[in-house]
């Protein structure tokens, strides 16, 4: 193994012993730049106190409930009128029921799923050196690595590994991203766009407004990638891949392997999100509950760890909180009424984010802090 291999097994050893304080483990994990990835590849056989997650008051859904998770098939839509409102129906009420649903024949080919799936991988399975290049917490990057962003603020670290990249409104230089998944993150990006297109018409038409209203304020024209690492746990009932959360997006779309993990806060019960091959997954942000006036609705969810890995998920994120937009959000006059009175105050994106950011990813939802 090479030097540092040497360095990450003596942190991960360190880590293990129980006399160090937070802080201090906190750094020589940051240090090595070497990610969760590393500790495994160190061979470690626990897991370190700062990943240890507290139990959660909500229970795992029973083998015998039954949940039968939104999917959605999306060929529909050019299928003529009748066709195409029953899909959108179908997104309403995932969207106000589940804030999830998958999707089938969306456009994106198999193959480059898979090619998406492959690309990160490779990146994540590097050795520490080659990775290093790109470690850092410096938000203004337009791509940047690290092991949980939130490090150095959160109650418990998270079992996984994570790249950013920035792709839109402002797409990154070739140099700006790295060449082991370049081509296939800039070929990927685009078939979401256009997705996030067809689903912003969809949704649209599923609050009873014009095809293009949404795509008119600006919904589709922010995406950041956040591809996702999560290795092998030793000991998975102890830690979490990705500590309950709601997104604090407009929607996400989601990529994910066949390992599985993700989980929905469903009627207050986990329920697993199966992973369906060639489906993506859909699910609501924050602001988009905010301007639909709670009408759709943004549901905490999770990532359990496991110990088969290594899991990878691709995860695009519809916002322009990344880039200067001045332009208010709030719920949309045109689905106001008596009956559906105004439920929060105009914002930016911006002023969204600061907020969410100053108090952690983890809270149970910034939208409280903008109700009227």
Not at 249 to 277: A, E, K, M, R, S
Not at 289 to 312: M, Y
């Amino acid at each position: 193994m090479a030097s540092s291999g040497h360095e990450t097994t003596a942190v991960a050893v360190a880590m293990a012993q129980s006399g160090s304080d937070r802080s201090s483990e906190l750094k020589a994990f940051d240090d090595t730049k070497a990610g969760v990835k590393g500790l495994v590849d160190a061979g470690i056989t626990k897991v370190p106190r700062i990943f240890i997650h507290p139990n959660d008051d909500c229970r795992l859904a029973p083998p015998n409930t039954r949940f039968t998770f939104p999917t959605i098939d999306l060929e529909a839509i050019a299928e003529g009128p009748k066709r195409r409102k029953k899909v959108v129906e179908e997104v309403r009420d995932a969207s106000e029921s589940w804030g999830f649903f998958n999707v089938i024949n969306h456009g994106v080919p198999e193959s480059d799923l898979r090619e998406t799936l492959r690309g990160v991988g490779k990146f994540f399975e590097q050795d520490v050196e080659s990775k290093k290049a790109w470690y850092t917490r410096d938000n203004s990057k337009r791509t940047l690595y690290n092991s949980n962003f939130d490090l150095y603020s959160s109650l418990a670290a998270n079992w996984r590994d994570t790249m950013i990249a920035f792709m839109a409104p402002h797409p990154p230089k070739p140099d700006e991203l790295p060449e082991i998944c370049r081509d296939i993150l800039i070929k990927y990006s685009d078939q979401v766009m256009a997705l996030g297109r067809m689903l912003l018409e969809v949704f649209s038409e599923a609050m009873g407004l014009e095809q293009n209203h949404l795509i008119d304020m600006d919904l589709g024209k922010g995406l950041a990638i956040l591809c996702h690492y999560y290795p092998p746990c030793p000991q998975p009932e102890q830690t979490l891949g990705t500590g309950k959360h709601t997104d604090k997006d407009f929607f996400t779309v989601l990529l994910q392997d066949q390992i599985g993990g993700l989980q929905v806060l469903h009627q207050n019960l986990w329920v697993d999100v199966p992973p369906t091959p060639g489906a993506l997954v859909i699910n609501i942000g924050e602001l988009l509950q905010l301007i639909t006036n709670d009408k759709f609705k943004s549901v905490e969810h999770r990532v359990v760890a496991n110990s088969r890995g290594p899991r990878v998920s691709v995860a695009c994120f519809f916002t322009t909180h990344y880039a200067e937009n001045p332009r208010l959000y709030g719920p949309i006059k045109e689905i106001l009424s008596e009956d559906n009175p105004l439920n929060y105050r105009e914002i930016t994106t911006l002023e969204y984010f600061q907020y969410y950011h100053e108090k952690g990813p983890y809270v149970a939802s910034a939208l409280s802090h903008f109700k009227l």
